[in-house]
């Protein structure tokens, strides 16, 4: 412990001889250049991390975006829709969730029949028809909800739905064939 004291001591005593040493001015400069230039890359550095956090915050948004609108957009077909009850003595879970499927299926050919913007007298006919099928449909599920588990009733509504989507499914069909025809017509009108 004494040598220690001794030697610093004899430091304090003499630290005017150690101090007398500066670096050169060319020492300087280097170390001050280093400086600059890791302060140019810290900033940088810290210029791409906010905006690579910018770019994740901004993506994340628009998806979540785009989701949100799409869900809207898209009416949810639910069992309600349709004027299912939720709950109804003897109907099962699977049979709703057929109904469900259905209906979905019937929405998505409605909505592509809608795009086809075609004259009203060429489908008139089919929506009649559907009209028909609409109104048995409805009629089947009264008789159900008066005879629950009825399996020929719980049939014959599954049947409704699919004569339902077959018919959509025509009308489909004759609408694209129709829309072929017009557009070969539009063509050859155009070549001649």
């Known amino acids: 412990m ?9 430091f304090n005593s003499h630290r005017h001889e ?13 170390i ?19 905006a690579a ?3 994740m915050v901004c993506t994340v948004g628009l998806v979540t975006f785009m989701f949100l609108r799409d869900n809207q957009a898209k009416p ?11 709950q109804m003595n003897g109907v099962s879970f699977d049979q709703v969730s057929t109904e469900t499927y259905y209906f979905q299926l ?8 809608e795009q086809m913007d075609v004259p009203e007298s060429i489908s008139k006919a089919y929506d009649n028809e559907l009209e028909s099928l609409l109104n048995d449909y409805a009629k089947l599920k009264k008789d159900l909800e008066a005879n ?15 004569l339902q989507i077959d018919l959509l499914n025509e009308q489909l069909l004759i609408l694209e064939n129709y829309k072929n025809y017009e557009n070969e017509n539009n063509e050859n009108h155009k070549s001649s």
């Not at 001050?32 to 906010?50: G, H, L, P, V, Y």
């Not at 639910?78 to 004027?83: A, E, G, I, K, N």
């Open 32 to 50: 001050e250049s280093e400086i600059q230039n890791n302060q140019t890359d810290r900033s940088s550095f810290n210029w791409w991390k906010a």
């Open 2 to 10: 004494e040598d220690k004291d001794k030697l610093k001591e004899y």
């Open 106 to 113: 019937i929405s998505e050919r409605q909505k592509e029949i």
């Open 18 to 30: 150690f101090d007398d040493l500066e670096p050169s001015e060319k020492m300087w400069a280097n």
């Open 148 to 162: 629950p588990g009825n399996e020929m009733l719980i049939q014959a509504l599954v049947n409704n739905l699919k």
């Open 76 to 86: 949810q077909i639910t069992v309600s829709t349709y004027d299912i009850p939720e």
């Open 53 to 55: 956090v910018l770019f």
